[in-house]
């Protein structure tokens, strides 16, 4: 157990709406990450968070959206789903955010989209 | 951020030893080395981290020569359950950087 906690685990869809994916970093982190992960492809990185404030954006899409609160938890917004958006969704947290710092995965949310 | 290349896939033997190779030509001065572990549906997990020579820790090593454009994971005497997709990750302390995984390298454990 990393101590990353990601809500819902399972998550179905039709096209054209819209979800909402939560992750709870560990204790202490002040950084979460989230990655897209496509049936046999590589992690995707999508946005980091630190401390409240966006850091880094890599892939995301306009149509996805994150934001991370006061109390650290970060939820990830996808709106307008496409087939093509059904993946696991990882979040992932570290101490101070930097890119050598080791990070904590969730165990993801599985989106499938109809 | 160094963009790293890794072999796509390797096989092996349980009971083998197997090095896993990352290229990374553009590793800035300050930039480690990260490996993850990440076995199917899971979130990956953190392996091994260095700068240079050589780290040691009690799941694998770390080779990473003078010049630090690459490096090799090492992974002693396999078993069926290290079976998984292996990912180099190379960043320093800058928090703008983006994450790059790629698509690691894919490592099948034979009996």
């Not at chain 1, 938890?73 to 990882?90: P, T």
Request: net charge neutral; with cysteine; aromatic share 10%.
């Amino acid at each position: 157990d990393s101590g990353v906690t990601q809500t819902p685990k399972h998550l179905i869809t039709a096209t054209g709406q819209r979800v909402t994916l939560r992750c709870s970093p560990r204790s202490g982190d002040l950084s979460v990450y989230w990655y897209q992960q496509s049936l046999d492809q590589g992690l995707q990185f999508l946005i980091q968070y630190y401390n409240g404030e966006e850091r880094a954006k890599g892939n995301i899409l306009e149509r996805f959206s994150a934001q991370q609160f006061p109390d650290l938890h970060s939820e990830l917004n996808l709106s307008s789903l496409e087939l093509g958006d059904s993946a696991l969704y990882f979040c992932a947290s570290s101490r101070a955010g930097g890119t050598r710092d080791e990070q904590f995965f969730g165990p993801g949310t599985r989106l499938t989209v109809l | 951020l160094a963009k790293t290349t890794q072999p796509i896939s390797m096989d092996s033997y349980e009971g083998q030893e197997v090095n896993i190779t990352c290229s990374h030509n553009n590793i800035a001065t300050n930039d480690y080395i990260t490996w993850y572990q990440q076995f199917p549906s899971q979130g990956p997990r953190f392996i091994i981290q260095g700068y240079k020579t050589k780290v040691t820790n009690e799941v694998a090593s770390l080779f990473i020569p003078a010049d630090r454009k690459s490096s090799t994971l090492s992974l002693p005497r396999v078993s069926l359950s290290d079976t998984a997709v292996y990912y180099c990750l190379v960043g320093g302390v800058n928090r703008d950087d983006k994450i790059i995984f790629g698509k690691g390298t894919r490592l099948h454990i034979l009996p």
